[in-house]
């Protein structure tokens, strides 16, 4: 019988998934991944977290207890750093020692340090320590390893050709969660082009931000995410900023609003952060100041937690629609 | 060239005496006051730590003195503090104040050049003569404060011990020469030991832990020490402004005061996390040890590594069986709520401490 690592639906799963998987199918290691967020996983997960914490490190709670019976081990990475010279968040270094502090019956845990800050080549040592606790050969492991980048960079292009990213997701996955959106599927969308920015784990969670992809593209726009600017694009704009956002997604964020806000193509621009992220106070900042020097596009500014109302957000992204149809009539005429 | 700084507890002694000796004029912030906290979280972001917000605002009421150069501390990350410097010049300019920023962070030679263009044409000897002075004297009145703390349970009269270390505080930022800080030293003790003490207590044991900024500034942490101490407390804590500068240089980062904590922390959280988070899991984990009677765990609202430190404390409570209070603060905690917490919490220690001498019998 294979043995069963589980991940979590949640945090940098959105971005990491291609690779986590192909690697370890290609060491003959089934992937269990926990069910997508509903208000049942959430409120269980909200049982055994600090007070404190920011929704998505709730909702990733939520997943963790999902998972707690049914896997061999615990797949939850310590990533420090995937990239020179920035950090992702102080809770994604402290997580797993978070969960192993909240939880008393947890599997055991694979918490092998990434931390490229310093040497990005260094990614394959982890993978080996990975691939080590299994007890896997090294020649197995490299294959293993040099197979999860291609995947991983065959997915990353095809987000770059402008695909949402929980399409492009879900041919990676077993058994996707049904795409609630019908037409994400046609490319062409409504005349309006908003932009959608904040983490990939409040984007792409259909539940924490109340599919707000779909609502957006019901009230005839085109939605455009971080994911779909090349990481060129961003390194050019984050170098004009005095100091580097030094969280990896922040940058990220912070560059693809940039990028997208100067080259004019975008009509509105919607900033999704969570209650209680400590770096979305700051890239809204940054943000917002930017915006102020381009009148013409409009901003909104969104906050979710665990309460969010479905009926607000649906008045707010109105009355925001009308606000970039209106300006256009007027420029029109 | 009139250089400012925000208020950190005592810090800002550390930053005048050494631009005093460069003969640099140093306009200090006023005392953080209501009004500094107002006018920071007014022009801050909602969601920004509250030190941030503080320190915008004396940023602010330093500019309206008059000064005209800032100096900050920047850092790359992970934790939010790193970015401040940025963030408040942003803000700032779009109030239209005018200024120069100078920032010093991890980049040792750059830095270095920026600190000799403020020392004013003095060579390398005055420039570490004056760093010497600057850190002896914020020593001096660390040595004083941490005297304070030990002999406040004891006093006869409420807020003698207080009025002492005012007075002390007073003599000691007076001085701006080594013999004079000498003298002030030896009267400053003279004037701590002669607080009347009733030395047949009993006082419970309380280490104080938490993010660097909200345990330093008595007035943001609404003076939690003081009235820990006045309800006959002994407060120790592993939070100081001397060490915090000294982790920060690049080999006593690794070797430095964090070491010890960041092996009592070693089995609940294996990698630093950014701001104190390790100290106050080390720190909580060697007071327990050392058998103190409870933990205050101090954090700002949304703070990043203090969150996973609270997290991580669950676990620590249960293990070592040491009861902790956390006081997450932002601009709106009153008084009045946190005095009947705190003194809720001496109470249960209180009883804890009598149950467990019977139980011993």
């Known amino acids: 019988m294979a043995i069963k690592v589980g991940i979590p639906r949640a945090l940098l799963y959105y971005r990491l998934y291609p690779f986590w998987k192909t690697f370890f199918n290609s060491l003959g290691i089934e992937v269990v991944v926990s069910d997508k967020t509903t208000k049942k996983l ?10 404190e914490a920011c929704l998505s490190i709730k909702v990733a709670f939520g997943h963790v207890k999902d998972l707690i019976g049914k896997v061999d081990y615990l797949f939850l990475p310590r990533l420090v ?72 960079s065959k997915y990353l292009s095809s987000l770059r050709k402008g695909n949402l990213l929980p399409e492009v997701l879900s041919s990676w996955e077993e058994n996707p969660p049904p795409l609630l959106n019908t037409h994400l599927k046609s490319k062409s969308g409504g ?44 390194k050019k704009e984050t170098d004009k900023i005095p100091q580097e956002v030094y969280w990896s997604l922040g940058r990220e964020i912070v560059g693809a609003s940039f990028y997208l806000i100067e080259s004019g193509s975008i009509d509105g621009l919607v900033h999704l952060g969570s209650f209680g992220c400590g770096p979305d106070s700051f890239l809204r900042e940054l943000i917002a ?12 500014s969104l906050i979710l937690d665990e309460h969010s109302g479905e009926a607000g957000l649906v008045t707010r992204l109105e009355a925001f629609i009308d606000l970039i149809e209106r300006r256009k009539a007027k420029v029109r005429s | 060239m009139k250089i400012t700084f925000p208020h950190m507890g005592t810090i800002g002694i550390l930053g005048e005496a050494i631009f005093k000796r460069f003969g640099r004029e140093v306009i200090l912030p006023p005392k953080t006051s209501k009004r500094t906290l107002t006018l920071g979280s007014r022009y801050s972001p909602e969601f920004a730590c509250l030190p941030l917000k503080v320190t915008l605002g004396n940023l602010i009421e330093a500019l309206e003195n008059g000064a005209d150069t800032i100096l900050m501390l920047a850092a790359s990350g992970p934790c939010r503090f790193g970015y401040y410097a940025t963030l408040q010049n942003l803000i700032l300019k779009n109030l239209d104040y005018e200024y120069e920023l100078i920032t010093l962070d991890y980049n040792m030679p750059n830095n270095l050049r920026k600190l000799k263009r403020l020392a004013k044409r003095k060579n390398c000897f005055q420039i570490g003569e004056a760093f010497r002075f600057g850190f002896l004297k914020l020593l001096t009145m660390e040595k004083m404060e941490r005297l304070a703390h030990r002999i406040r349970p004891y006093e006869i009269k409420k807020g003698s011990t207080t009025k002492a270390y005012e007075e002390t505080s007073r003599i000691i930022r007076r001085t701006f ?68 500068i000294i982790s920060m240089l690049p080999i006593f980062n690794r070797w430095g005061p964090r070491r010890k904590y960041r092996k009592a922390a070693r089995p609940y959280l294996k990698q630093e996390v950014g701001g104190e988070c390790i100290v106050s899991i080390g720190g909580t984990v060697l007071y327990a040890r050392g058998g103190f009677d409870g933990i205050v765990h101090i954090a700002p609202f949304t703070c990043l590594p203090e969150i996973v430190a609270q997290g991580i404390l669950s676990k620590v409570k249960k293990e070592l069986n040491i009861p902790i209070l956390t006081l997450v603060l932002d601009e709106h905690t009153a008084q009045a709520g946190l005095v009947t917490r705190l003194e809720a919490f001496v109470d249960l220690l209180e009883r804890r401490r009598n149950k467990k001498v019977i139980g011993d019998r």
């Open chain 1, 81 to 152: 750093s995937l990239e020179r010279g920035t950090y992702i968040c102080p809770k994604f270094i402290g997580f797993p020692d978070m969960i192993r502090s909240a939880f008393d019956n947890l599997p055991p845990v694979i918490d092998t340090s990434f931390n490229l800050r310093r040497r990005p080549s260094n990614l394959f040592l982890p993978m080996c320590r990975i691939g080590r606790i299994f007890k896997k050969s090294f020649l197995s492991i490299h294959q293993a390893y040099k197979k999860a980048l291609e995947e991983e």
């Open chain 1, 289 to 300: 100041d930017k915006i102020r020097k381009y009148p013409e596009i409009a901003y909104l």
């Open chain 1, 42 to 51: 959430l409120k269980e997960g909200l049982k055994y977290v600090p007070d």
């Open chain 2, 177 to 244: 020469s080594f013999k004079k800080l000498r003298q002030a030293r030896r009267k400053a003790t003279s004037l701590l030991r002669g607080v009347s003490l009733n030395r047949t207590r009993n006082p419970l044991k309380i280490g104080v832990v938490g993010e660097t900024y909200t345990v330093l500034e008595p007035y943001v942490n609404l003076e939690v020490e003081r009235k820990l101490g006045e309800m006959g407390c002994e407060i120790h804590r592993p939070v100081w402004a001397t060490d915090y």
């Open chain 1, 191 to 234: 005349e309006l082009r908003i932009a959608l920015v904040g983490h990939p784990y409040n984007l792409y969670d259909f539940f924490v931000n109340l599919n707000i992809i779909k609502k957006l593209e019901n009230l005839g726009a085109r939605v455009i995410t971080p994911e779909m600017v090349s990481p060129l694009a961003i």
